[in-house]
C-alpha cells in the first residue's frame, strides 16, 4: 500500500507563489493592455458628439519631436479602432510560438521574454505616436507580439503545480488579475489624462505610469518562476511529495494528434466559448468608455472610476467561483462536466439578459449602464471561470501549454476584429448603430451556450495519452515528473 503524503498549507507554499507570478503577470498585462481605450479619448479631437478633456501640460519625449497636448491627435473613428486592435493582432501571432516553446523548452524563457518586451514597447509608444499614426500602430503590434509569448506558459506552469483539489482556486485567484488589472488602470488613466501638475502630466502618462509599475514585478518573477518543482531550490520535501502523488502521470502520444485535436467536438466547443467571450469583453473594454461618453455625456475623467465598477465586481465573482465551485460540486454529486456546463449555461445567460436590457430600454441612464455591465462581466465570469477555462487541463493535461496557444490563437483571430467591425458600424454613435453591436454578441452568447450544452466536456481526452497510469490520488494532470529531472538538466530555469 503506497502512504500517501499529507497535503501541505497552501498559505506560504511554491504553488501559491506560482500562483501570485501569473496573477502579476495577468496584472500587468491587463494594465498594459486595457488603458488604451481611455487614451485614445484623451488623445483624439472631438468630433460630432466625440469628447475630449483639454490639458495644457505635457510630458518630455524625445527632444526632436514636437510635443502634443491632449485632444490633439486627428483620428477618425476607423484609425481609433484599428489602433485598439493593433495590439491584439500582434498578440494572435505568437500564441502558438509561445505554446510550442513552453511545451518543449518550459514556460519560465517565453514567460520572462513576454515580460521585459511588453513593458520596452508599451514605454515607447508615446513617442511613436507623437512621430507617426503607422508608427504607434507597429509599436502595439510588437507589444501584443510579445505578450502573446505569455498565453501558452500561463497553462505550462499549472500543468506541473496543480493538483486537482486545488485547480479551480488556483486557476481562478491566478487569471483574477486581469479584472485586477482593469480594476487599476481604468480610475488611473482618467486621474491621469486630466493631471496636470506644474505643467508636467496629461495622456502620455497613461502609458508611462503603468508600466513603471509593471517593472516592480519583475523582481518577484526572479524570485519565485520556476518551471516545475525539481528545479525550484526552496520547495520542501512535503511539498514536493505531495505534488507528485496528487498531479497525475501519463505518457504523451511520441506524435502530437493534430488531427485529433482539431477534430475534438470537446475541444471545439472550448474555442467557440473562448473565442465569443474575448469579443464580448473586447467590445466592453475599448467601446464602452466611448458608450458612457457619446450616449451619456460622461467626461472621460468621471468615466474611469464608474467604468472600473463592472470590473471590481469581476474580480470578486472570480474568486467567489474559485472558492465555490469545489463545494458545489461535492454538496450536488454532479461530475465535473455537467457542473462546468451548468456554469457555463449560467453566465451565457447572464450576459445575453444584460445586454438585451440595454437594447429595449427606451430611457438609458448611467445606472442602468453600469448595472447591465456589472452583469455581463460579473455574472457573465461564471461561464469563464466557472465554466469552460479551467477545462483545458481536463482535456489534455499532456498539451497544456500547445493547446492554449492554440486556442488562444484562434479565438483571438475571431475575436480581434470586433473593433474594427465595430467601428465600421458605428458611424455616427446613434442608438440602432450601437444596438447592432449588441445584437452580435446576443447571437453568439445563444449559439456558443447551445452548442457548448451538447458537445463540451471536463473529461480526459484518449487522444492526449498513449498509456494509462492510475496515480493514488488526484487525475491526469501532467507528464513533466516523468521529464523533470532530465528537463532541469537540459533546460535549467536559472537561465535569467
Same mark, same amino acid.
Given at each position: 500500500m503506497v502512504h500517501l503524503a499529507p497535503k501541505p498549507k497552501l498559505w506560504g507554499s511554491c504553488r501559491l507563489s506560482i500562483a501570485f507570478c501569473v496573477f502579476l503577470a495577468s496584472v500587468q498585462m491587463a494594465m498594459l493592455r486595457d488603458n488604451l481605450g481611455i487614451a485614445l479619448l484623451c488623445m483624439s479631437k472631438p468630433v460630432g458628439n466625440f469628447m475630449c478633456e483639454p490639458n495644457d501640460a505635457t510630458v518630455p519625449t524625445l527632444p526632436w519631436v514636437d510635443q502634443k497636448k491632449n485632444c490633439e491627435f486627428e483620428w477618425d473613428s476607423t484609425t481609433r479602432g484599428r489602433i485598439l486592435g493593433s495590439f491584439m493582432y500582434g498578440y494572435i501571432s505568437m500564441t502558438i510560438v509561445g505554446g510550442i516553446i513552453s511545451n518543449n523548452y518550459g514556460a519560465k524563457l517565453p514567460f520572462l521574454i513576454a515580460v521585459y518586451g511588453n513593458i520596452i514597447f508599451h514605454m515607447l509608444c508615446p513617442?511613436?505616436? %507623437? =512621430?507617426?499614426? @503607422? %508608427?504607434?500602430?507597429?509599436?502595439? #503590434?510588437?507589444?501584443?507580439?510579445?505578450? /502573446? !509569448?505569455?498565453? /501558452?506558459? #500561463?497553462?505550462? %506552469?499549472?500543468?506541473?503545480?496543480?493538483?486537482?483539489? @486545488?485547480?479551480?482556486?488556483? $486557476?481562478?485567484?491566478?487569471?483574477?488579475?486581469?479584472?485586477?488589472?482593469?480594476?487599476? =488602470?481604468?480610475?488611473?488613466? /482618467? !486621474?491621469?489624462?486630466?493631471?496636470?501638475?506644474? /505643467?508636467?502630466?496629461?495622456?502620455?502618462?497613461i502609458f508611462y505610469v503603468p508600466a513603471i509599475v509593471s517593472i516592480l514585478f519583475i523582481f518577484y518573477f526572479h524570485r519565485y518562476l520556476y518551471d516545475v518543482p525539481d528545479n525550484h531550490p526552496k520547495i520542501s520535501p512535503e511539498e514536493y511529495a505531495y505534488l507528485l502523488q496528487n498531479v497525475g502521470i501519463s505518457e504523451e502520444p511520441p506524435v502530437i494528434p493534430w488531427f485529433s485535436i482539431f477534430t475534438s467536438l470537446p475541444f471545439i466547443a472550448y474555442m467557440l466559448c473562448y473565442s465569443a467571450f474575448l469579443w464580448n469583453v473586447f467590445t466592453m473594454m475599448n467601446l464602452m468608455p466611448m458608450y458612457l461618453q457619446t450616449m451619456l455625456g460622461i467626461k472621460t475623467s468621471e468615466s474611469g472610476y464608474l467604468y472600473c465598477i463592472p470590473f471590481i465586481l469581476t474580480f470578486l465573482t472570480r474568486n467567489f467561483n474559485a472558492i465555490t465551485y469545489p463545494i458545489v460540486k461535492d454538496f450536488s454529486g454532479m461530475s465535473h462536466t455537467v457542473c462546468r456546463k451548468l456554469y457555463c449555461c449560467f453566465g451565457c445567460l447572464m450576459v445575453i439578459i444584460?445586454? $438585451?436590457?440595454?437594447?429595449?430600454? @427606451?430611457? =438609458?441612464?448611467?445606472?442602468?449602464?453600469?448595472v447591465a455591465m456589472s452583469i455581463n462581466l460579473a455574472l457573465g465570469d461564471f461561464a469563464y471561470s466557472g465554466g469552460f477555462f479551467p477545462t483545458l487541463l481536463d482535456l489534455a493535461p499532456n498539451y497544456a501549454g500547445l493547446l492554449s496557444g492554440v486556442s488562444t490563437f484562434i479565438a483571438f483571430l475571431v475575436a480581434c476584429p470586433s473593433t474594427i467591425v465595430n467601428s465600421i458600424i458605428i458611424k455616427q454613435n446613434t442608438r440602432e448603430e450601437w444596438n447592432t453591436v449588441l445584437w452580435i454578441i446576443v447571437a453568439m452568447f445563444v449559439f456558443i451556450m447551445c452548442f457548448y450544452i451538447i458537445f463540451g466536456s471536463a473529461s480526459l481526452q484518449l487522444w492526449s495519452i498513449s498509456k494509462l497510469e492510475i496515480p493514488e490520488r488526484g487525475t491526469f494532470r501532467s507528464t513533466l515528473y516523468n521529464a523533470s529531472r532530465s528537463m532541469s538538466v537540459a533546460r535549467p530555469t536559472h537561465i535569467f
Open positions: 513617442s511613436a505616436a %507623437l =512621430i507617426h499614426t @503607422e %508608427l504607434f500602430f507597429a509599436c502595439r #503590434f510588437v507589444q501584443g507580439m510579445f505578450v /502573446g !509569448l505569455m498565453a /501558452g506558459p #500561463f497553462f505550462q %506552469l499549472f500543468s506541473a503545480w496543480l493538483s486537482d483539489d @486545488e485547480a479551480s482556486i488556483l $486557476l481562478s485567484f491566478s487569471f483574477s488579475g486581469y479584472a485586477f488589472g482593469t480594476i487599476m =488602470i481604468y480610475p488611473l488613466s /482618467g !486621474l491621469l489624462c486630466g493631471s496636470n501638475v506644474y /505643467g508636467f502630466g496629461g495622456w502620455s502618462l444584460s445586454l $438585451l436590457s440595454i437594447i429595449f430600454e @427606451e430611457h =438609458i441612464t448611467k445606472l442602468h449602464i453600469i
